[in-house]
């Protein structure tokens, strides 16, 4: 793809987006410390950064969902005041979400027309609606259907959709928020192509992201922000993903795993014919086989949604499910009333669940009641009937000084922390039981670069020692850079195993997609 | 970081709602021709000026305690039980149960037991709600409230039916046996040398509010079965993941909740009334809901709303007797107070919030 040759047409016009000292804080926290940036007219501008760098907190300044403490906004020149989201778009400027705003039973049309609707009739704003429509699909090459309902409509689609409103309002500026999060390798690429056909119309786009490779793909320029400030901006030609990286944590990170090869042992997991439905009763895991071994990591790549989940919350104990599974030859309960979390903990499975913030940790709780969680039971926290608060806090302590969590204070609450150092609380616990197997799902969601590396190691060193690790992510460089073996999940099948050294991300995109090697009736799916 | 230092949190915060709360009383007993300043000293006299005033003002906290106790074991697992009342009615028929059909040799033994059949009928009526919403996903805010009108209406056929004595045309049951009466401060005080009012309805009861208090802070922030509560209080799936049964703690901490409110009937029906009569909470369950949301559900922080709010109940009652002030301010006064410590803790919490962070920001 061409990327890096965007329009040079720096010199004439004025920016169209420029921020002059901006500073925001919440209460004690400063999310943005005197920044400014200017972004020409028909260009791609990234902003990078690791999670609460500030990133969101400066494009909700500029799409009016915060105020700023400080600073000017200048737009195409003019400066600008953006109390609130009706101004920006009346700025021009439109924003596309990391969590699609849609309405999921409304047509794509009807979406579209959502809040711009004019006079009392719906009928004439949706007729001007479709004729806008049909424009702006020639016009940029974004083909939806207008009548197709949302929730009918892959993500792709529905982020186009989110597009497409921003354009129907006029807008000049778009700024995406991480927007390949949820995307196939392949839908990203289709994304960046209209992105592209966007910036050669005039538009000018703001890329949130915090993966290099998209910033280094499609922009002109780049920023970067650390801890709420701005500490460079380049132009992308001119710079490496190592000198972004470094520029991001302040210091040099290792972007790949040092990984040795794995001495695989005995299967500790073997699961087969596995069914698992969610709390609707609809099939999310669709009869499924696979194993695990002692000392070695399976990775199970896939687009979020399609039966990764409810496949680590079976295992985990948070659902039952049909089929069987096998832990160290002995079948694991798949209902009743050991089919829980403590009933999978004693049996020796460790559990580092997807959302720690809705499952791993209570957010109210400090860290060292955090640290007991799920392991409540164990008599080592207990004295009596009344649990030993002294044991465990020493305990924390001692977690706290291994794992490197800071703040190192166990009175702190789990919601004082930062990302990837609650992330740390989670991993230390898990890691620190032993466990015959370690399930571990997106484990560097929301974590910064620094604490990354950190929990990439610990999985690793936990691998070395000869443990079974099940490891689920969406971030396809994370599977492909921890795991020993790849599986993809597509819509509740197991399309294919694959090992790491023999594949690319092509290939398991289009696994991801449903796309499997051999002719597979499921590729008719979708 | 914290926000501001946990003194203000949980001190300055409080009394800066109840000085707004007084305030805004204050005008509206000026509004219609009256001295508040009067108004106050006659509270305070009547309530906290003699024995009497604090035998009643404690006789009304001992209700409180174990009504905001309920409130507060529930709340801690994020359920809202609103039927304290109902489970205090029917707390009372099993103390009359226990006192009416049983010979005790000594009240001691009467009152432990007493407390047994409190609790259990109090737990059993929390427990039906409870089962309906983790089973079944009726709501138990709804079903809560309901069974307080069932609470009534079963009390109401069961003293008229079943318990009153023949002849009587009374809807209550027959006075308590000599045996069951509970001592009163008066008489606990009097070894002692200490005078304390004849009168007044406070009774041993109040220790064993205290000791609930003290049990249910060991309970919730000691115990296993605590952490759980919660903790499924704070994340239905965080539980999910820990193994923590929503099912068990449902079920377990309504239970709690029910036997606390049930056994306000120890210090309503046997250490006052010693008889059952109709209506014998006189409100005490709801009045439990604002002593637990000015407590912040912690014991501690619900024995000291409990006096408040007993203070309220005494000083109001004399208010109404020695003034024209009408009987309805009181009840004005009293939700002006739930209203400011409750509803708009956040109106006195973001500007101290922001206040602290200033000093912060300049000693910095």
Known sequence: MSASSGPERHTSAAPAIELRGISKSFGPVQANKDISIRVMPGTIHGIIGENGAGKSTLMSILYGFYKADKGEIFIAGRKTEIPDSQAAIAAGIGMVFQHFKLVENFTVLENIVLGAEEGWLLRPSLAKARRSLLDLASEYGLNVDPDAVIEDLGVGMQQRVEILKALYRQADILILDEPTGVLTPSEADQLFRILDRLRAEGKTIVLITHKLREIMDITDTVSVMRRGEMTATVRTSETSPAELAELMVGRKVLLRVDKTPARPGATVLEIRGLHVSDEKGVERVKGIDLTVRAGEIVGIAGVAGNGQSELLELLGGMRGGKGAVLLNGAPLDLAGPHADGRGRRNRGIAHVPEDRQREGLIMDFHAWENVAFGYHHDPAYRSGVLMNNAALRADTDAKIEKFDIRPANGWQTARNFSGGNQQKIVVAREIERNPDLLLIGQPTRGVDIGAIEFIHKQIMALRDQGKAILLVSVELEEILSLSDRVAVMFDGHIMGERLPGETDEKELGLLMAGVSGQSDPLAAVN | ?364
């Open chain 2, 1 to 364: 970081m914290e926000k501001m230092p946990r003194w203000a949190d949980v001190v300055l915060i409080p009394l800066i709602s109840l000085i707004l709360a007084a305030a805004i009383s204050a005008v509206v007993i000026l509004a219609i021709g009256e001295d508040p300043v009067a108004a106050v000293r006659l509270m305070v006299d009547g309530a906290l000026g003699s024995t009497y005033g604090w035998g009643y003002t404690l006789y009304y906290a001992t209700n409180f305690m174990f009504t905001g106790l309920a409130v507060a074991v529930a709340f801690h697992a994020r359920l809202f039980n609103i039927g304290g009342e109902g489970q205090a009615m029917l707390g009372g028929l099993g103390v009359a149960l226990v006192a009416l059909y049983v010979p005790w040799p000594h009240w001691s033994f009467a009152l432990i037991f007493a407390v047994a059949g409190a609790a259990l009928f109090g737990a059993v009526w929390a427990a039906v709600p409870a089962y309906l919403q983790a089973r079944r996903g009726s709501h138990i805010v709804i079903t809560t409230i309901m069974f307080n009108f069932i609470a009534a209406a079963v009390l109401n056929y069961v003293l008229v039916n079943l318990l009153r004595p023949a002849g009587s045309m009374d809807p209550a049951s027959a006075r308590f046996p000599e045996a069951v009466h509970l001592p009163t401060l008066h008489e606990m005080l009097a070894p002692f040398g200490i005078a304390f009012s004849k009168a007044a309805p406070a009774n041993v009861s109040l220790l064993v509010a205290l000791l609930a208090c003290l049990l249910v802070w060991l309970l919730i922030w000691r115990t296993r079965l605590g952490y759980e509560i919660r903790a499924y209080g704070h994340s239905e799936t965080g539980a999910l993941y820990a193994g923590i049964s929503p099912f068990k703690i449902t079920m377990i901490a309504m239970i709690i909740s029910g036997a606390l409110a049930g056994m306000m009937a120890i210090n309503n029906v046997m250490g006052e009334a010693e008889r059952l009569v109709l209506n014998a909470t006189e409100g005490a369950g709801f009045i439990g809901i604002a002593v637990a949301l000015m407590g912040r559900s912690h014991p501690f922080g619900v024995f000291l709303a409990a006096i408040l709010f007993g203070f309220l109940y005494q000083g109001g009652a004399e208010l109404a007797l020695w003034t024209s002030i009408p009987r309805e301010l009181i009840v004005v006064i009293q939700a002006l107070v739930i209203l400011f410590t409750g509803a708009l803790d956040n109106m006195v919490r973001m500007p101290l919030e922001a206040l602290f962070l200033r000093l912060r920001k300049r000693r910095a």
